[in-house]
């Protein structure tokens, strides 16, 4: 949820890897409508035509995970077409779901880009009734599987907001898995989730209850973006609290506050990947001094701007963002055209 996008999230040991099952497709049944029958009702609310037709393409595949038995059944977007070239994938920020996508995934398509978006363990809509610990070191081995399982080559890391923090520590711990990295309004100097870690379970059911609620949501919703109507404000805070309406949120993001948090902070300058940087001009979520810190801390880093834009760019300006991540894109494919043809 973008009020919270500041936060951080937990730790704690991984277990032995006991999963054995061989990876095998699930046959999604879908509603009347097309959505798949795994997607709360309430998404027949959305007025959205862009989110309505890419909730028509999330599905679960199964990842293996060495704190479950059985594999996670684990939400995505999958790309329409596989390709040899570095693809891209999408993660999501705090609390938030592969839907945050919806404009800008299309049009990496459209330029001819493999792109997958994913939802990170403990978010978005993946089957968590058999509840796995949600912390920082299951997320990374979560999506370290999955990349293992169905992506299996270096990657363009994109994260937004908290996100960029998850793909931070991710790069850092796995770099042979990602080739670059687009943080887009960073969510990555908070020092874990504080006192938040140290509240009693009931207290902290109680605030994840509000956490949920429409009023705040909606307020979140006004902060993070520049000028939208109240019609869209609504709508797009719909979407973007669509998958708290699973059965096993509350629990899950109990035990995501409750963990320590990501404190990614001492991890930015091992980071060794070249790295774009996307702010947006009226961010007041994230102040853009932070911008200017990530800059100067991360080794070998650009950074860009967009005017009249607020924390998330590929949401509020979708043209602007697409368009920097395929220049970055591209400059990697350009240069390594030169390079043949000079052999």
């Known amino acids: 949820m973008n009020m919270f996008f500041s936060l951080s999230i937990g730790s704690s040991a991984a277990l032995p890897l006991r999963c054995t099952s061989k990876l095998t497709s699930f046959r999604v049944v879908a509603d009347a409508d097309g959505f798949p029958s795994f997607l709360p009702r309430e998404i027949h609310n959305i007025q959205d035509p862009f989110a309505r037709k890419f909730a028509l393409r999330i599905q679960r595949l199964p990842v293996p995970v060495r704190f479950s038995e059985n594999p996670i059944m684990s939400s995505c977007v999958k790309p329409l077409v596989q390709t040899k070239e570095t693809p891209v994938v999408l993660l999501h920020g705090f609390d938030s779901s592969c839907l945050e996508w919806r404009y800008v995934l299309p049009l990496l398509e459209e330029s001819g880009i493999e792109t997958w978006a994913i939802d990170i363990l403990g978010w978005g809509f993946s089957d968590l009734e058999k509840l796995p610990p949600c912390d920082v070191v299951s997320k990374r081995d979560h999506f ?22 998850v793909a931070i520590d991710f790069a850092v711990n796995y770099p042979e898995a990602v080739k670059k990295l687009v943080l887009i309004g960073a969510s990555v100097y908070a020092e874990g989730t504080g006192k938040l870690a140290t509240l009693p379970r009931a207290v902290a059911y109680a605030g994840v209850n509000l956490l949920k609620s429409l009023p705040l949501r909606l307020y979140a919703t006004y902060l993070t973006f520049t000028k939208i109507s109240f019609s869209t404000s609504l709508d797009w805070t719909n979407v973007g609290r669509l998958h708290c ?55 070998d880093a650009i950074i860009r701007q967009i ?18 991540i395929v220049e970055f894109v591209q400059r990697e494919s350009k240069t390594f055209s030169q390079c043949v043809a000079q052999v």
């Open 144 to 165: 370290y599987q999955f990349w293992k399982s169905y992506i299996r080559r270096p990657m363009i890391l994109v994260g937004p907001s908290l996100g960029s923090a």
């Open 245 to 299: 309406f699973l059965p096993w949120w509350d629990d899950a993001t109990v035990d995501f506050m409750t963990s320590g948090g990501y404190s990614v902070a001492p991890l930015i300058g091992k980071v060794k990947q070249n790295t774009l940087i996307i702010w947006g001009e009226n961010d007041r979520i994230i102040s853009n001094k932070f911008a200017v810190r990530l800059h100067c801390e991360l080794p």
């Open 307 to 324: 005017p009249y834009c607020g924390h998330l760019p590929h949401l509020e300006r979708p043209d602007s963002t697409i368009k920097l």
